[in-house]
């Protein structure tokens, strides 16, 4: 009885030892979203800039294509901002892939508006990379705050 008991005492302490600790590797990079507003501008909290889409439009010029959102309840006229695409893996001082300024029309309440704009650059169009690794970062450059 007293072996079985030893027995028992062993199995039960062995299986409740505490898991080993395994090292978590850092996941992939946080999923593409919209573009991050830089500077503290009024309207920032209320414009959102996303869906960056690339095509090239001839040697040496890229065709962006994005989406200005307002989520104001407001009327926004002739929206100026300033932005700048970086890839996800890119560090502080590396250069963006593009940066340009655009103008977007008046974008009414709760109203969203594509903007094209071409942006001279000396990557091909399979240079670059894809949507999900691209970040961007955007000023709002007018109206004046």
């Known amino acids: 009885m007293r072996n079985v008991l030893i027995l028992m005492f062993a199995v039960l302490a062995a299986c409740s030892t505490a898991p080993e600790t395994k090292q978590t590797k850092s996941g992939p990079p946080e999923p593409p979203g919209a573009a991050a507003a830089i500077g503290k501008h009024p309207l920032n909290k209320y414009v959102e800039v ?13 065709k962006i294509t994005f989406a200005v959102v ?3 309840e407001a009327d926004i006229g002739d929206l100026g901002l300033k932005i700048k695409l970086i890839t996800t893996a890119a560090k502080p001082d590396d250069p963006p892939i593009a940066e340009f300024e655009a ?10 508006k594509d903007v094209t704009v071409t942006v001279p650059t000396k990557l091909r169009i399979y240079e670059l990379p894809d949507w999900q690794f691209l970040r961007a970062q955007f000023e709002i450059t007018s109206p004046a705050p």
């Not at 996303?50 to 890229?62: H, I, P, S, V």
């Not at 103008?103 to 969203?112: A, D, I, L, R, T």
């Open 70 to 72: 307002n989520h104001s």
């Open 50 to 62: 996303m869906g960056f889409r690339m095509a090239e439009q001839g040697a040496g010029k890229l």
């Open 103 to 112: 103008k977007v029309p008046s974008v009414g309440p709760q109203e969203n």
